[in-house]
């Protein structure tokens, strides 16, 4: 194969790439077959005539719980459980284009080495993993682009996290796209291309941890690793479906992964599960926690996983828009049907006023901090390859009025900002406390202003950024799916502003028809374990196990 310092242009760089992706996929085996010649619109169905009975088995009827409980019993092998995802993560390629490559040769390997164990051992044993591509992998000849043209062959190791999940037994064997920059809430680069959505191919998995969501919603994956800086776990598990976790900072290390703007401490990114359930997520923090990371990691808190048990029914408080923007009615539907279901499972449901607590200015705050450096080395990185910038990184660059190179003095000012704004929002939850000092558990709100959004639409974060502004904890699960009969558009609606018409006038019911639509629960800031407590109580009033 042509060695990538040959490379004589970006596309040539870019080639060289999904040169290396297409021969991982070539190692499959049995080869996929009964892929139609045009891919349907919703690629849910297409495992019933690709894959084998048992691979649908393996992949389809098991929680994570579930699968680890088999694996431990020795019910199934690890290596027949890992080449089932292995396959059925191929799949998803082919529908979704949401890899970078698998990881064939290793993942067997690995799988029949804990196979030839006389134990099993470790809490993630035999458990196939994928994990989003910047963040690195355990191995040698190991290369990370980080979705950026210049990086490509760029040698790269593994970080504190997969070293973690590695010793508790744990089998990677796909790392997953992500956007030019990797600060898109949709997936698309210059390198593999556009990613979509599983459920509609019109509309984008989100991101930037869209990849993963793709593999997920696909079921090519039942647990994967996201990150998280204004949304990027949150939004791409709400648009395919499944259940999403942003840790408060400092929680999780991101120790390893590779990034620019390395040192930056405006505003930080966490890593965070992605997971078809919600025991899941909680799975993924235990372990996490349980190797005490900040004993080689200092920048971490020195917090253990403690599970957070209520003694009182929840209050919860319904966010029904954010001040800004409008959610579309199946988002409206969602929140009226979650709610109900908590008051009748005698939780007190209150009102969050968002109006009063300024999420218009949260976004200018935000948007600026991501790029103190008015995002001079993101685009110096394309400058160097030659690479296009594409209209997300545009818009989230370019296009955001506050953001600038900063001064010292500027960036301290913009900073007094930040922690001022969490001051006053700190102190508007303290004072929904009640007379018995009983404050809000938990804020019910969207992780979008609707069900996934068309290609290149994705250009309102505010239900999301919003959370990582505060460093507030925020879960996402699924609740419904857009249906055209009970979610018809507001034809008398007025906007408020310009970035509410745009969202507006984007909807249209059959557009978005059978596609997922989430919520979000948020908790205040390390209080990681208490929302996980509350998804669990309100999943119960839904009905749920």
């Not at 042509?2 to 290396?20: C, E, F, G, M």
């Not at 989100?206 to 090519?220: K, P, V, Y």
């Not at 102190?427 to 996934?452: H, K, M, Q, Y």
């Amino acid at each position: 194969m042509t060695l990538v310092s040959n490379a004589k242009s970006w596309q040539d760089k870019a080639s060289w790439a999904r040169a290396q992706r297409d021969a991982s996929l070539g190692k499959v085996e049995p080869k996929l077959q009964g892929l139609p010649d045009e891919l349907p619109l919703s690629s849910q169905e297409l495992p019933k005539s690709v894959l084998t009975q048992r691979e649908i088995e393996i992949t389809e009827n098991y929680t994570v719980n579930e699968l680890l409980a088999v694996l431990r019993e020795r019910k199934i092998s690890v290596e027949e459980v890992t080449r089932a995802f292995l396959r059925r993560a191929a799949l998803a390629q082919a529908a979704t284009n949401c890899l970078v490559g698998i990881m064939w040769d290793e993942a067997i390997a690995r799988a029949k080495y804990l196979d030839s164990l006389p134990e099993p051992k470790g809490a993630l044993f035999g458990l196939p993993i994928s994990t989003k591509e910047h963040h690195g992998m355990v191995g040698p000849d190991v290369v990370t682009t980080a979705s950026f043209v210049a990086w490509v062959g760029r040698k790269h190791g593994s970080n504190l996290l997969y070293d973690t999940f590695w010793d508790e037994g744990c089998v990677f064997y796909a790392r997953t796209t992500q956007p030019q920059t990797i600060m898109h809430l949709e997936t698309n680069s210059n390198i593999f291309g556009r990613t979509v959505n599983p459920y509609n191919r019109d509309l984008t998995p989100g991101g930037s941890s869209g990849g993963e969501g793709a593999l997920l919603g696909m079921r090519g994956s039942i647990f994967g690793v996201g990150g998280d800086i204004g949304g990027s776990i949150r939004c791409p598990a709400a648009h395919v479906g499944v259940y999403g976790f942003k840790p408060t900072l400092k929680r999780v290390s991101v120790s390893g992964q590779r990034s620019i703007m390395a040192g930056k401490e405006t505003i930080a990114s966490t890593g965070g599960p992605m997971t078809v359930d919600r025991e899941g997520l909680e799975l993924f923090m235990k372990v996490a926690l349980g190797a005490k990371p900040w004993r080689v990691d200092p920048s971490l808190t020195v917090k253990e996983w403690t599970p957070y048990k209520f003694t009182k029914p929840i209050i919860v408080a319904v966010q029904w828009w954010d001040g800004v923007v409008q959610p579309h009615p199946p988002m409206t539907r969602a929140l009226k049907e979650v709610a109900e279901a908590c008051r009748k499972a005698g939780m007190e449901v209150v009102d969050w006023d968002s109006e009063s607590l300024d999420h218009a200015k949260a976004w200018d705050i935000i948007s600026a901090l991501y790029w103190p450096d008015g995002g001079e080395e993101a685009l110096q990185v394309l400058k160097e390859s030659g690479e296009p910038i594409l209209p997300l990184t545009k818009f989230i660059i370019e296009e955001q009025p506050t953001v600038k190179n900063l001064t010292q003095h500027e960036l301290w000012e913009l900073c007094g900002k930040r922690d001022q704004y969490r001051v006053d929002y700190a102190r508007a939850w303290t004072n929904t406390a009640d007379a018995d000092g009983r404050e809000v558990d938990v804020i019910l709100c969207p992780p979008s202003f609707g069900a996934a959004t068309p290609h290149d639409q994705s250009r309102y974060w505010g239900y999301t950024a919003q959370w990582n502004l505060l460093d507030y904890p925020g879960a996402v699960f699924p609740v419904t799916t857009v249906d055209p009969a009970k979610d018809p558009k507001d034809l008398n609606y007025v906007p408020k502003n310009d970035e509410d018409k745009f969202v507006y006038d984007m909807y249209s019911p059959e557009k978005y028809a059978n596609a997922p639509v989430s919520l979000q629960l948020i908790g205040r800031r390390q209080y990681d374990e208490k929302v996980l407590a509350a998804l669990a109580e309100i999943e119960h009033a839904m009905g749920r196990k």
